[in-house]
């Protein structure tokens, strides 16, 4: 149940002597139909397709009773309980506040109205033993508005409440004034977190998106009222409605603000490898192996294929993980020794986000037998950034579990960041290729043998300087940014070893050895 918006805590000081409600909850005034959605009272129209009471597994018993001829609801043993019309969902953007009437003498209990987006609370006092009649604003919510389905009373602890008069409403307005929209749509859908009294919204557009957005429609909530749409030129940029009331005297100006979301540069370009050394999942620097699926059928996430910058990338829309399947091209990565992946994301609350990788090893079967599992979190090597690519390039003995890799049939992504961009998912062994024999000439590196240090210069500026053993495993690597560099050797064991310098465009190579 994707729940969560509008949280009042209800708290009240207990008062033994007044057990049950002696009188029926104040009487709501006479409004327009219009004015108002009522879910449970005797006051209005309520909705239809109400359950008072779903079963959610909660130890609270309800009972309609009667007080003073009046129907309410009695929440005995309440721990927590529901009530639900998500068969008639509601639209509650036009309306101003949520009113509940409640009485209790020994509980504290929470209400929730539940759609979806944040959760957020509004705590407020009762008084124990008589009714309290509250109303909140429904201006500081940030929920969808347009898609209430369910209350939600919880906090409970084993006590007795008594609800009535729960429904939204609006302050009447004089007939040929109203100049608000009860509804607003760009492309098709309807803006997230619309409400008519809310008149400034920001979009998100991914980078790269070919065309600006357009508002297509824009409802008054009175008829008689008028709108002049004014499209956004482009992106960033605006688009504005301006409603009009029936009577001219009025006007209100909604505006929605186009941003782009996402990277705006391409991930790092991988380095010129041998074909034989590197199996692609994912790169437009390689060829990739055939792929079934980025999104199987039992994951939870969804995939957009996008470009950034003229690079192909995957924009995942995570729930919990999705799940890529190659099981009938399954991989032998018994002799690859790395693994690559780039990814970007734009969520700025990082505490507790996870990013983690796993491959299914299905050892010949028809199912997993093993797995092995990288996690990355905001304290690993490489750590979840917000804003900037983030390069996983890491060895497979770096990752925990059975590290059995002769037979992989699916590749996993778990993360709780939202959406967020990857691009380079590939596997590898051995060492980058150099690209261009001029520009090597022009790299220079001594002492060689070296003991200690190991300098380096060039006539252009060196980007990042990479060491390699004989194996393919890197064992240092550093960012340079100038035109000369020193490299500390004198942890390294006695050997040969390949350096490589990333020059502009070109990846150049030498060895040298470590006495």
């Not at 909850?25 to 219009?34: E, S």
């Amino acid at each position: 149940m994707k729940k969560i918006t509008l949280l009042f805590s209800l708290f009240c000081i207990a008062l033994a002597q007044a057990q049950v409600p002696s009188s029926a909850a104040p009487t709501p005034p006479v409004r327009n139909a219009a004015d108002v959605i009522s879910i449970y009272g005797s006051a209005y129209s309520n909705i239809a397709g109400v359950n008072t009471n779903p079963f959610w597994g909660q130890s609270t018993v309800v009972t309609e009773i009667q007080v003073a001829s009046d129907n309410m609801l009695q929440y005995a043993n309440f721990n927590y309980q529901g009530t639900d019309w998500a068969g008639n969902a509601q639209n509650i953007s036009t309306m101003e506040y949520l009113h509940v009437d409640v009485w209790t003498n020994n509980q504290s209990p929470n209400v929730f109205a539940i759609s979806t987006g944040p959760e957020i609370a509004h705590p407020i006092s009762s008084v124990a033993g008589s009714w309290q009649s509250l109303d909140f604003p429904l201006a500081g919510f940030t929920g969808n508005l347009s898609n209430v389905i369910q209350f939600k009373f919880d906090g409970g602890t084993g006590g007795t409440i008594y609800l009535d008069n729960l429904y939204f409403w609006k302050a009447p307005v004089a007939a040929g004034t109203d100049a608000t929209l009860s509804d607003l749509r760009v492309d098709g859908t309807t803006v997230s977190g619309f409400a008519s009294n809310i008149i400034s919204y920001t979009k998100g557009i991914p980078f790269g998106t070919p065309t600006t957005p357009q508002i297509t429609l824009a409802t008054t909530t009175d008829p008689g009222a008028t709108t002049v749409i004014t499209q956004a030129s482009g992106v960033p940029g605006s688009a504005t409605v301006v409603v009009t009331s029936q009577n001219t005297l009025v006007t209100k100006t909604y505006t929605v603000s186009f941003v782009y979301t996402g990277p705006t540069s391409a991930a790092p370009t991988p380095p010129n490898r041998n074909a034989s050394d590197v199996i692609s999942l994912f790169s437009n620097a390689y060829t990739n192996t055939t792929i079934e699926t980025w999104s199987a059928v039992w994951d939870d996430s969804d995939v957009t294929d996008m470009q950034v910058a003229g690079d192909d990338v995957k924009k995942i829309s995570f729930g919990n993980f999705i799940g890529v399947e190659f099981v009938n091209n399954r991989i032998d990565a018994s002799t690859f020794t790395n693994f690559h992946m780039d990814f970007w994301t734009d969520n700025a609350d990082l505490i507790g986000k996870v990013f983690n990788s796993k491959f299914s090893q299905w050892g010949g079967g028809a199912g997993e037998v093993s797995a092995l599992e990288l996690n990355i979190n905001t304290g690993t090597t490489p750590a979840i950034v917000t804003g900037a690519w983030v390069s996983i390039d890491v060895p497979f003995s770096s990752w925990s579990n059975n590290l059995t890799r002769n037979d992989l049939a699916q590749f996993l992504i778990t993360s709780n960041l939202g959406v967020v961009y990857v691009d380079n998912i590939y596997i590898y062994k051995g060492i980058p290729l150099a690209t261009n024999d001029f520009v090597k000439s022009s790299l220079r590196m001594y002492p060689n043998p070296a003991n200690e240090v190991l300098n380096i210069s060039s006539e252009s500026t060196i980007d990042t300087i990479t060491v390699y053993n004989t194996l393919g495993q890197i064992v240092s690597k550093q960012s340079a940014s100038a035109n000369e560099a020193t490299i500390n050797v004198s942890s390294l064991s006695k050997g040969v070893y390949i350096l490589t310098a990333q020059v502009g465009n070109e990846l150049i190579r030498k060895q040298f050895i470590k006495e």
